[in-house]
């Protein structure tokens, strides 16, 4: 069973082709942990309502930042040991320069893998 987090990256205005450039530059790293299955960063771009939910029309763009840019990371590792390991790896190397691009410290949801399912694998 996987182990996976998913963080929450509320990114200072100014600071955010800052943290997209370190994030790019920590990439190379952080697919380099022992044990990580997959790794995901996305930029919120989107906000959809119910609206638009009960009519199955796309999500609209956000057209204005308002106080921060929000990033969402997952990555999922074989173990919990692993995990641990990359994330001791991460503080010593990226972990202040991130927390230097932040309004507030980013929130980080963890948990073992209930349900998966993924087109590039499936029979």
Known sequence: MSFSETCIYQVKPQKAEEFEALMQEAKTFLEQQEGLLLLRLIKRGY???????????PPLELTRIVKSVKYVLYWEFDTKESYGTAQKNLYGTYWKAIDKCLIVPHDKYLGEELISWNSHTAD
């Open 47 to 57: 906000r959809i309502d119910m609206e638009q939910i009960r009519e199955g029309l």
